[in-house]
């Protein structure tokens, strides 16, 4: 990203590095999907390219308010810990600022949570200015509540030019510096969001239909989008694989489309990523049609369409109706046992209209462009 983030410098402790040695932790309440949970949380571990030697869960209702785990887990947590060799634990939840000092302290080890894991990977993967911008901004914002004295460097006094004076530690330059980054940040980005909002108005107005696909992250939207326009971007078995919004133009039986791939949903993300978010889903507000992409296969399908239709939801505002919504349920290839067909007919039920396609196999696509065709077409005529 160019700019070298503030924690790079300031003890290390903001973000998961690549190669880093992990355990995988989190608190599970009861009914909770702790198989989802901790596969997702493995997933984000494996796409921030860093090595998990293991898992813990305690299964309590919430978290212990002082250091996330009880006493005697926590100590648990820092004897394997110290016996694997870990570098950092990566929590399946979100941490709080006190929570995560109060758990290093116990532990001995990094604290990195969930929320931060999501932030790293943007940062890594982010490819365009913008989306770079806004990843950028979202990390310097969780970032500075989280400032705090790793180690005797921060509290040592640091006089010289621009601190406040003699008595100004290194961490108050830290925070200066941070709130300084992120008004500047802020800026860039406004600059940059207005010039991609002239480059759209100018494709909407003298270009075709737009046709942008939206999903859970990992559903098959990109391998979709390579169907559908006879691309070959990135098709990659990790959770945002597609981070910046891909367009191809492409001809349909009744004329000409624009199709947009987009950035995959997932629950519970940060808040400070949703500008980042909504930068990128940009094209969702002035689409002539959405396919929404969902993995029949997966066990949470129903509650990732739930997350879907509520970041489109958000995106669009409570003034803006929906684009006509095609929804296509994915991988018909690999169902396989009864309870997976079980999922896939629950889901034709609450997912209206839809077609269910493989996008790899090219399975059933001739419905998928029947029905889409027939959107654009009453679009055109409205």
Known sequence: ?????????????????????????????PGSDETERMAELRSLAATAGVLVLGTVVQHQPHPHPGTFFGRGKAGEIRDLGHSLQADTL??????SPAQARNLEEATGLKVVDRSQLILDIFAQRAGTKEAA????????????????GWGQALTDPGAGIGTSGPGETRLEQGRRAVRHRIQVVRHELRKAAQDR???????????????????????????????????DVLVEDKLFATLDTRVRQVAWPTGEALVTDTVGFIRDLPHELVPAFQ?????????????????????????????????????LGPDRVPPPTLHVLNKLDLVSTQEQEARLAALEREAVPHVVVSAKTGGNMASLLSALDSILTVRSRG
């Open 133 to 148: 911008l806004a990843v950028e901004l979202a990390q310097l914002e969780y970032l500075l509540p989280r400032l705090r």
């Open 90 to 95: 990566v929590v399946g939840s979100e941490v």
């Open 279 to 315: 930068a990128t889903l940009g094209a969702v507000r002035d689409a002539a049609a959405l396919l929404l992409v969902l993995d029949v296969t997966a066990p949470a399908a129903e509650d990732h369409l739930r997350v879907v239709r509520e970041v489109i939801a958000d995106v």
């Open 197 to 231: 909002a002239i480059q759209q108005a100018r494709r909407r107005r003298a270009g075709p239909p737009e046709v942008v696909l939206v999903g859970y992250t990992n559903s098959g939207k990109s391998t979709l989008f390579n169907r559908l326009t006879g691309s």
């Open 1 to 29: 990203m160019g700019h070298r983030l503030i924690e790079d410098y300031l003890g290390r402790r903001a973000r998961a590095y690549g190669g880093e040695r992990v355990l995988l932790v989190d608190v599970v309440s």
